[in-house]
């Protein structure tokens, strides 16, 4: 009963957190653009620039929260240890790569300009910060995969010796 209540927690926060981002794609970004523009009207283009990547950095987001669930149903149907949650935390791996990238080749830069007008280096280093997220995610996920992988393996040989 533990786990199932568990694992009701798990995908009620993967709802939250999908509603969180929807939110702030809808609302909050279309602000963000108003008020930076009117904060920093020497650098438009780099201004489109990042809320376009932001909301780039949305599709593997959800991609990975869809993901997400579907391990949790596997869980909920005693097959987490099978090669469907393998593949899922491979798809995972890779959305938070891309995700990654997309921040640190079109976020990250786009924030010199702003960074150099304003005088405020350490804008990079968030921006870094905030860039690395997906990598640490994308790492996390590499390493449940192959754990998950030879914890299958290894399930397979002992039903093979008995």
């Not at 999908?18 to 609302?27: E, H, P, R």
């Not at 869809?66 to 995972?92: C, E, H, M, P, Y």
């Amino acid at each position: 009963m533990l786990e199932k209540s568990a694992n009701l927690l798990l995908k009620t926060t993967l709802v939250f957190m999908g509603l969180i981002v929807l939110m702030l794609a809808v609302f909050a970004l279309p602000n963000l653009y108003k008020g930076a523009l009117a904060e920093f009207p020497y650098a438009p283009t780099a201004i489109l620039g990042i809320v376009i990547v932001l909301y780039a950095v949305t599709i593997p987001y959800f991609f990975v929260l869809q993901q997400s669930w579907k391990l949790l149903v596997l869980i909920d149907r005693n097959l987490g240890f099978s090669k469907f949650s393998v593949t899922a935390f491979r798809s995972i791996k890779y959305a938070s790569l891309i995700g990654g990238l997309l921040l640190m080749i079109g976020f990250v830069p786009l924030l010199f300009p702003i960074a150099e007008e304003d005088d405020a280096p350490g804008l990079l280093l968030y921006g870094f910060l905030f860039a690395c997220i997906p990598f640490v995610v994308s790492v996390f996920a590499s390493v449940l995969e192959k754990l998950f992988q030879n914890a299958i393996e290894m399930k397979s040989e002992n039903d093979l010796t008995i």
